[in-house]
């Protein structure tokens, strides 16, 4: 697929006629950052700094990407079975470029889109209908737009209203080097977060979570400063009269050495002429300094819907083991798999033809999440072969064994207690049937009504 020509000219940096301070709103929302009430610079980059972000988001990345991702083919009997030939089931499972390795660049997207919103993948086709590779694309370079049915061209924030109906999309990509690229939806794979207008999805870091990351990070400024004044909260020395000159060079030398680094934090001070001392800042007590860092652990685990105690932190000292297994299935269940949901549809979607949609589609291998639970998988797979859904030898090729291949590995069997509903209903008529027929039992009640 051809690039379009370039339908806007953009350019990223023009010559300003003032200048500006690193500390400048107009220069940090040029690089996509936005200053917080407590002073600070966040965007989807400095956040990362704080551990709490950085775990959360690493944590549901690395789980998006470790689950098995194949193409399922459907059967026409309803179930379904993996599609080993089919043109892209090796390269979503395990190479989906040269460079990377599919956890690699599930990793990658998926944290994209955790941090700003949007993770984007160009999609180089190959001879025969088969894509040659999934470029990935850094979020802050694409910008999509729509041309709208009268000729319109309007570029779309995450603010956006949702497009005319008839609208064509684009996305525009600023490489670091090279010309600006126009390419039409057909060749992005685009996955959103949570959109108001179904296109951009929403940078939760830039716009929802930039005051709470702001005060974490404020916080840890505010602890390292301290620390760096070797652990000494600001004062004021007071002298009844005026210093002397000499008396000044010296209270200075040793003021110099006794509050650089924590290990003059308790050096003993020698003050001058009858001087004394005075704070003129909160100690961490007063400011409620582990207070404020343990509520913005709590605060950003709920913006980006990740449990404490998968990031090891725990919110509740009662937590017990049964509680925190719990804890972690609902996590896969209620956080993870909306993520699930959203990767399949967007594959099936944006890479499966549509001749192909019918008989084929990806799927995550939930399975996988067993490998670690020995029991639950043990219980899991004797349930399987007592309903005789699964035979000794699919047992073995689950567990990575070698199947036997004997007639009886291949057999499905049942617990001999079981049987059909109708098979049970019959067999209740026929010992009915029997206990009416028995001679015997009409003996007996020929003697009792006589």
Not at 18 to 30: E, I, K, R, T
Request: glycine share 8%; hydrophobic share 35%; net charge negative.
């Amino acid at each position: 697929m051809a690039l379009l020509t370039p339908l806007v000219e953009y350019r990223a940096f023009s010559s300003p006629s003032v200048s500006l301070s690193s500390g400048d709103p107009a220069l940090v929302g040029l690089f996509g950052g936005s200053a917080s009430n407590s002073a600070q610079i966040v965007n989807a980059d400095t956040a990362l700094a704080i551990s709490t972000v950085f775990a959360c988001v690493n944590r549901k990345a690395k789980t998006l990407a470790m689950i098995p991702l194949e193409v399922q083919q459907n059967l026409e009997n309803g179930g379904q079975q993996p599609a080993p030939y089919h043109r892209l089931y090796w390269q979503l499972r395990y190479k989906p470029n040269r460079w990377q390795t599919s956890y690699d660049y599930r990793v990658m997207i998926h944290g994209h889109v955790q941090l700003r919103g949007n993770g984007y993948s160009r999609i180089i086709p190959s001879p025969g209908r088969g894509i040659n590779e999934l470029i990935p694309l850094h979020p802050d370079r694409v910008w999509p737009f729509i041309v709208t049915p009268s000729g319109v061209i309007q570029f779309m924030y995450e603010t956006s209203p949702p497009p005319p109906a008839g609208s064509k999309l684009y996305y525009q990509h600023f490489p670091i080097n090279g010309e600006t690229e126009v390419f039409p939806e057909t060749d992005i794979l685009h996955i959103r977060g949570f959109s108001v207008n179904g296109i951009v999805g929403m940078g939760v870091i830039k716009k929802l979570m930039r005051e709470s990351i702001g005060l974490a990070m404020a916080t840890e400024e505010q602890g390292a400063r301290l620390f760096s004044n070797g652990a000494q909260i600001g004062k004021v020395f007071k002298h009844p009269n005026s210093l002397s000159d000499a008396a000044y060079d010296r209270l200075k030398k040793e003021l110099s050495t006794a509050t650089q680094g924590v290990g003059n934090a308790h050096k003993t001070l020698i003050l001058e002429d009858g001087m004394s001392i005075e704070k003129t800042t909160l100690t961490m007590e007063e400011a409620q300094f582990l207070e404020t860092r343990k509520y913005q652990v709590e605060d950003i685990c709920s913006f980006l819907d990740v449990p404490l105690i998968l990031i090891n932190r725990s919110g509740d000292k009662n937590q017990t083991f049964a509680s925190s297994q719990e804890i972690i299935a609902m996590f896969i269940n209620h956080q993870m798999y909306p993520d699930f949901v959203n990767w399949e549809q967007v594959l099936n979607k944006d890479l499966l033809y549509e001749s192909e949609k019918r008989e084929y589609e990806f799927k995550f291998d939930f399975d996988a999440l067993l490998r670690a639970d020995q029991k639950g998988r043990g219980e899991y797979l004797l349930k399987r072969f007592q309903t005789g859904s699964m035979s000794p030898d699919e047992i073995r090729v689950y567990e990575g064994e070698v199947p036997t291949g004997t007639p009886e590995g291949k057999k499905y069997y049942l617990q001999s207690g079981m049987m059909p509903i109708d098979m049970a209903a019959q067999a209740i008529s026929n010992n009915i049937k029997g206990v009416i027929d028995n001679p015997k039992n009409k003996i007996e009640g020929d003697n009792n009504e006589a």
